[in-house]
């Protein structure tokens, strides 16, 4: 199953707004509705570019030890919704590789999960998207 991109951040509950919660378009704006809080965010939306035109990233955990820990688990679930509502045992047997690619992200969203990652003692990567 594809999972739907990620258009933001929900600006009230940090939650990813996937194209999945698009709402309407009103004029020029796309209006999508956040799955966690309700929350209404609008986008702009350009007619004539190709969609994704921004930068790219793939943004991956890499596991100290080759393997998820369980402090890394907890941190993982603090950092991602879809973990976020996963037991410390599902999270544990989601992540058996040394590395979990989290998905593609624009380049802000990316930087963002980078950052929160590390502050909760992830080692997050960002690579650019070809």
Known sequence: MIEPSVVAACP???SDITEAD?????SGSARYSC???GHVQ???VLIGLEPHTSTRFVVSVRWQSGRASTAE?????QLTTKYAAMTVADAFSETKEAELTLGIF???R???LQERGRALGLDVS?????
């Open 35 to 37: 799955r966690s809080c």
């Open 126 to 130: 960002i690579v650019h998207d070809t």
């Open 12 to 14: 009230r509950c940090s």
């Open 22 to 26: 698009f709402v309407a378009l009103d």
């Open 110 to 112: 990316a930087r963002e």
């Open 106 to 108: 624009e380049d802000r």
């Open 73 to 77: 688990l907890v941190a993982l679930m």
């Open 42 to 44: 609008h986008t702009e």
